[in-house]
């Protein structure tokens, strides 16, 4: 697709302005320096700074997930997390701006002094249903939106992580600002890291990449909890479904697969548990450069990036790119 018929395209689609954009794509030098001589150009694209509620990649998702004629006559928003998290803090943030209630679904041990995200969502006047477990959630979701029927309202559910067809949206309109930011130079791929969990990222950017009339952008994705092939699979069906909705054939997605990777090396022993790498990765970068990444999922990423430039994948002329998506909260948790 040509880049004007995808500006026009992004541009027709409706959407809940929420993000202060363009995000900021910044060199990196002394992370550079720090990681030696060999090591090729390094920026950090900042949608840490998307600004709203705080910020981070769930801005840029709800803005296209909660479009007004997808959440007209709503009376509440309804979603699911852990307790940190910051889909749910972003998702109360909207609401609250768009005189919406809000219902959280949230797994795990109720805090006794929330802090972090857990605070967040509490002084964003959300409500928290608490279940016990990941496997609880989805009949806690169904439950609470009939509740909210029940009594009249209206909830409008939004998945896990905004990671849907919509929410991925998200994500092509970011590359293509990326794109605007950092236009291709002969002979010089692009390598982006981004952290991916529920995959609407990862797909939306798989989406951009299937639509972009450049083929130097290349994407891989550090799992935060998920297995690699499940999470190529989540993103590639949601990267299709963002395809379909800006009228391109979805099969565009498979003719990029091979500039699509994913990692699943950094989660260690699991889900929001650090390992020594991300450990490392955490004050690297907080020393080096004043970017502060967060322990869950961003800190894994640089992990995972860290790691492959240390292993020299990639010759001096790339342009690496870390995509940071926010999570700053779960620093002070
Ligand atoms: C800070 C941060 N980075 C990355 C991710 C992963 O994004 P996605 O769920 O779109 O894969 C999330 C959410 O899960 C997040 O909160």
Avoid at 190 to 210: D, I, K, N, P, Y
Avoid at 231 to 256: F, N
């Amino acid at each position: 697709m040509d880049l004007a018929t995808l500006r026009a395209r992004l541009d027709a689609r409706p959407r809940t302005l929420l993000a202060t954009l363009p995000t900021p794509l910044r060199p990196l030098p002394r992370l550079r320096a720090a990681l030696g001589p060999e090591t090729p150009e390094l920026r950090a694209k900042l949608d840490e700074e998307t600004g709203f509620g705080l910020g981070g990649n769930k801005v840029r998702k709800l803005e296209f997930e909660l479009a007004p004629d997808r959440i007209r006559d709503a009376t509440h928003l309804v979603t699911t997390g852990g307790p940190q998290s910051n889909h749910c803090r972003v998702t109360a943030a909207a609401a609250a701006r768009l005189g919406l209630g809000c219902v959280l679904v949230i797994n795990g041990p109720v805090p006794e002094n929330p802090t972090g995200n857990a605070r967040l969502h509490r002084i964003l006047g959300a409500r928290i249903r608490s279940v016990a477990d990941r496997a609880e959630r989805a009949a806690a979701l169904a439950q609470v939106a009939e509740e909210i029927g029940a009594a009249g309202g209206r909830a409008v559910v939004v998945p896990l992580g905004a990671s849907t067809p919509h929410g991925a949206l998200g994500y092509v309109h970011a590359l293509v600002e990326l794109h605007d930011q950092m236009p291709p130079e002969a002979d010089r791929a692009v390598q982006l890291f981004v952290s991916s969990s529920s995959g609407g990222t990862l797909g939306g950017l798989w989406a951009g990449l299937a639509l972009l009339p450049r083929a130097d952008l290349q994407v891989t994705a550090v799992s935060a909890d998920t297995p690699r092939d499940e999470l190529l699979e989540r993103a590639r069906t949601l990267a299709r479904g963002a395809l379909e909705l800006l009228g391109a054939d979805p099969d565009q997605v498979e003719a990029v697969a091979p500039r699509v990777d994913a990692t699943d090396a950094e989660v260690g022993p699991g889900y929001g548990l650090p390992t020594e790498a991300s450990d490392e990765a955490v004050d690297l970068l907080a020393r080096s450069e004043g970017v502060l990444v967060d322990p869950v999922y961003t800190a894994k990423a640089a992990a995972g990036m860290i790691r492959w430039i240390r292993e020299g994948r990639f010759p001096a002329g790339d342009r690496i790119v870390f995509w940071h998506t926010g999570g700053h909260p779960a620093l002070l948790a």
